[in-house]
C-alpha cells in the first residue's frame, strides 16, 4: 500500500522535531531525550532550521525562546543572518521577531541588530506562527504578542518557564561554545572547533563550511599558523591548514574525553529544509501517488548534495532507475535512512 | 531515453497533464506532429525521441490561432523537465523543434479542422495531426536534401500514403513561389516513394 501524503509529512515532521529537540536539549533546553549524538553541535544552522520547523511545535519554539534567553550571548547573529540569508534555511520573520523580543531583554546591540536585518527582508501579514498541528489552538483570547505582530506573526504572549541551564562546556558535543568562550564569538573561534573536530582543510573550504567570508577566513589561519598554534602543509598553490591534536583537544576539552564528529550543518540544515518545505507544500487533496513522486523527486534531487556532503552516513540511491511512481517508494526508504542516520548515535574519532 | 510506443507517450502526456493541474498551470493547447503524433493516433509504431510540437493554440472570436513564433512558455518547459526526470527522458522531450515549418510554409489547408484533439485533464490538450497532414509534413522534411532518412522511412514503410496524399502534399508545397531547386528536391522525394507519375507532373 502507498504511503499517503499526509502519514508522511506527520512521520517525517515528528522524527525532524525529534531530531531538532535532542539537539537543543543536549545543549541546555529543559527536556528528556532518547537522542545522543556525538556531533559537535552548531547552533546558527541549528537556530535558523528551528525557526521554521518549530513552527509546527509551539513547546519547542518557546524552549527555545527560554534557551536564548540564557544562552543567548553565544549566538553570533552576524553569522546566523549570513546563514539565513544565503541558505534560505529558516523563517526570517520568525527570526526577526525572536531577535526583536530578545533585544528588550538583553540590551547588547546584535539582537537590535539582526532584528532590523530581518524587517528589512521579509514582512509576512497577519499569519499565524503556529500551524494547525503546533500544540497550540488557532483561537486565542489573550492579546497577540507586539514583537511578533511586527513582523506579521500572531501568537499568545510568551510564558518563558525559565527552565534552560546553561551550555555544558565539558560536553564535547559542545565545544564550538567552548571554544567561544574561550576565544570569544567570532571566526577564531569556530574556525578552531573545526580544525580540532577534523583533519583540517584549506581556508576557502572551511570560510564555505563555516559560513564566513574567506578573505577573513584566510586572515585568521594566517595568523593562527603564525603563532605556532596550527600547522601548514602546503599542496600545490594552496594551503592545508591542521590543528595539533595532540595540544588543542586537551585545552578545548575534557580530559579522556572522545572527539565529537564534526558535521556540516549548513548543509544537513539547507537539505533537509528543501525537503521540509516541499513536504509542507503538497496539497494532500490533489496530490495523488504520482505528483507526490514527482513533487519527492525534485525535493530530493535539489537536497542531494547538500545531504550527501554533510558527513553523516547514509545512503540516498540514485533515482535514475526509478521511473514515475516508482521512485516513491525509494524516496520514503532513503527519507528513512537519513532520519535514522541523524537520530542515532555519530561515530567518534579518537580520545583527547 | 525514448518513447518505445503510444503508451510510452501518452503516459507522459497524462503525467504532465497531472503536474500541470496540480501546479496551477495555465491551461495549454498544442499541435503535435511527428512520431508521437503517428504512435498516438495509431498510424504507425515506432520508437520517437520526442514530442514534436509545432505550435501552441489560441481560441479567439476569429477562430483558432496558431502561435509558432512564441516559444513554450518558461513555466510549462520547467513542468515538462520535471516530468522528463521523472520517466528518464530528456530535459526538451517535448519541444518546438518543428516551429519553423509554419513559419516557411503555413499549415496544411484544414489542418485544424483535420487534427485530433486529446485532453490530458483541464489544463494540457494536444492536438495530434492527420494523417494527411503528416504525409504533407513527412514530405515537406524528406524534401530536404540534409534531412534524417526516417523522415522517408515513415512515408514509405508506416504510413505508406495514397496517390492522392502524396497529389494533395505536393500541390500543397507547390502552391507558392518556388525555386527550381526545392522542385527538384520535392521531385526526387516523390520519386523516391515511387509515384513517378506525381513527380513528372512537378515543373521544372
Redesign the interface.
Known sequence: MTTSVTTFRNEFSERVLNFVWGQWCQIGVAGSTTLKSQWVIDPEPLLAFTTEVARHDARMFDEVLDWLVTNGRWINTQRLTTIVKQNKVGDMAAIGAIASWLSDKDKSMKWRGLARHMVATEQKRGEALFGAQSGVSAGTTEPPETHFTQYGLLRGPIRSRGMTKAVNMKDPLNIMFKSRAVFGIGIRADVMTYLVTTDGGYARRIAEILGYNHMRVTEVLAGMAEAGMVTVHAAGRTKHYRAEREKWPSVLLPERSVISQWVNWQSLTRGLTTIWREVWAL?ES???V??F??KM??AM?AANDDLQSCGVDFAIEDD?GY??EA?LPVFLRNVDGVMNALTTSGSSTFEA | MSFRNADDIQ?ALQ?LG??L??DYAEPISLVVCGGSALNVLNIASRTTRDVDVLATVVDTANGIRLLHDLPLPKEFRDVVA??G????LEDDWLNMGPKDVLEVYGAPPGMTERWERREYGPSLTVNFVSRLDQVHLKLLAAADPKAEPRHLEDLVTRIKPTTEEIRTAVAWLLDRRTSPRFRENVRRAVEALGYDNISNDIPE
Open positions: 496539497d490533489r496530490a495523488d504520482y505528483v513522486s514527482s523527486r525534485k534531487q535514475k521511473l514515475a521512485y | 503516459g503525467r497531472k503536474r493541474l496540480y520535471e516530468v526526470r521523472d520517466l528518464g
